[in-house]
């Protein structure tokens, strides 16, 4: 199945898992309201194959995590081979991705302070969430000192490390592996590369097969939320799909005043320059189908030309997506709140910089797919459990678009800054 199909076909099964979400819910107050123990008994026992298929999702996370953090790097240090233009462009990619991260962790808290989760509310969703998938708060959101977080760097034992879920440190050693990996000679690199290829792409096919199986995954575990909870979860997960998509708003505000002032281009054009490809963002959720359309936009609208258009956008949709850290943090900071746990400096500092990585490790996937593989690491690594993101994945569909405009703005945005005003040639009229 190509890329393409895989995108379309995750994007009908958006509907059914939200229907499965929907469904589950109100078959679960139902019973809570008939109050049969027989009804309840049986759907327990449904129940616990939502937590089997929340299982089957935990396992891929490190070996696919891991095997695309390797493939990205090297893939990054080849496109820097091939001239001053790639290595600009990444620079720029990687000062627009730092700054969106700090921007998340300070736009991700200052939501939830001034529009806090409501504590009755977000109690009646975690009470649908099996016991087992609420596992116990990590140490990494209760660890302060620079000392403890300096720890979780380097793990003495990787595989211990893989194996407890310390995933900052495997993410660490992927960098350190994917880097070193860049640096023996090219009959070497090249088969470990398709090698790791493999494993990322094997992964992805065993995701793939346990997507299949989501809207009964979610249905499963909506009854448990319909069962304990009833109808009152609806209003919480309206208020986290508003928290995610006001931080992917903001940050797409925040790139036009970067492309404005640091792309030296007047507010007025780079709107105009950047619209259509947005258009065709919301209606395709996909930055590769946008890609024809931001390279005319680029060269028309932003004064781009066209050697520079062809070789930093492509490169931008490989390898660089925004939003991803952002979003990626507003969900775990979201479900820190839920759980009620206070971060500790570390834990954010460590929820940052595995954001950053798994942000080039995601770049790719469909967004049913990179949904759990990018936030899970996130969550591991601040120490957050992972219960309910199931639940969160099903009303993924809204804050995807947001994600796909943020990452279409942002690319045509450091196009231009990588061109540079000095550069630049008169656009059309």
């Given at each position: 199945m190509t890329r393409s199909r895989v995108a379309a076909f995750f994007s009908s099964l958006s509907f059914f898992v939200i229907a499965a979400l929907v469904a589950g819910v109100a078959v679960g107050a139902l019973a809570q309201e008939a109050d049969a123990p027989v009804a309840t008994a049986a759907l327990e026992a449904v129940e616990a194959l939502g937590q089997v298929w929340l299982n089957a999702l935990r396992m891929t996370v490190i070996?696919?995590?891991?095997?695309?953090?390797?493939?990205?790097?090297?893939?990054?240090?080849?496109?820097?081979?091939?001239?001053?233009?790639a290595i600009r462009a990444l620079?720029?990619?990687?000062?627009?991705?730092?700054?969106?991260?700090?921007?998340?962790?300070?736009?991700?808290?200052?939501?939830?302070a001034l529009w806090p989760i409501d504590p009755a509310s977000g109690q009646a969703l975690l009470a649908g969430v099996p016991a087992e998938a609420a596992?116990?708060?990590?140490?990494?959101?209760?660890?302060?000192?620079l000392r403890a977080f300096l720890t979780s760097l380097a793990p003495a034992n990787v595989v211990s490390a893989a194996a407890t879920d310390s995933v900052l440190g495997v993410v660490v050693f992927a960098i350190a592996f994917g880097f070193g990996a860049t640096r023996i000679k090219a009959d070497l690199r090249r088969p470990m590369a398709t090698f790791?290829?493999?494993?990322?792409?094997?992964?992805?096919?065993?995701?793939?097969?346990?997507l299949l199986a989501a809207p009964f995954g979610v249905f499963a575990l909506a009854l448990g939320v319909g069962l304990r909870a009833g109808l009152g979860v609806a209003g919480t997960l309206g208020h986290y799909v508003a928290i995610v998509c006001l931080s992917q708003i903001g940050l797409i505000?925040?790139?036009?005043?970067?492309?404005?002032?640091?792309?030296?281009?007047?507010?007025?054009?780079?709107?105009?320059?950047?619209?259509?490809?947005?258009?065709?963002?919301?209606?395709?959720?996909?930055?590769?189908?946008?890609?024809?359309?931001?390279?005319e936009r680029a060269r028309d609208g932003l004064g781009v030309p066209q050697t520079t258009a062809g070789l930093v956008l492509p490169l931008a949709v490989a390898v660089f997506r925004i939003t991803s850290?952002?979003?990626?943090?507003?969900?775990?900071?979201?479900?820190?709140?839920?759980?009620?746990?206070?971060?500790s400096l570390g834990a954010l500092i460590a929820g940052g910089l595995t954001a950053v990585a798994v942000s080039i490790a995601s770049v790719g996937l469909p967004g049913q797919v990179s949904f759990f593989v990018a936030?899970?690491?996130?969550?591991?690594?601040?120490?957050?459990?992972?219960?309910?993101?199931?639940?969160?994945?099903a009303v993924e569909v809204i804050p995807d678009i947001f994600r796909t405009v943020g990452n279409v703005t942002a690319d045509l945005a450091a196009t231009r800054i990588v061109n540079g005003p000095d550069e630049a040639v008169p656009a059309e009229p």
């Open positions: 070996p696919l995590v891991f095997s695309l953090l390797v493939t990205g790097i090297v893939a990054i240090a080849d496109a820097a081979a091939t001239g001053r233009l620079m720029v990619f990687a000062v627009l991705l730092i700054g969106a991260t700090v921007y998340a962790i300070l736009a991700g808290l200052g939501l939830l596992a116990t708060v990590g140490e990494a959101a209760h660890a302060d000192g790791f290829e493999g494993v990322a792409e094997t992964m992805v096919v065993i995701v793939h097969w346990v505000a925040v790139v036009y005043v970067v492309a404005i002032v640091w792309g030296r281009v007047s507010p007025g054009r780079f709107a105009r320059a950047v619209a259509p490809a947005q258009v065709v963002a919301i209606s395709t959720q996909s930055s590769l189908a946008s890609l024809p359309v931001m390279v850290p952002v979003a990626n943090l507003a969900v775990c900071l979201y479900v820190a709140q839920l759980y009620g746990v206070s971060l936030i899970g690491p996130i969550c591991l690594a601040m120490g957050l459990p992972l219960g309910v993101l199931p639940l969160l994945l």
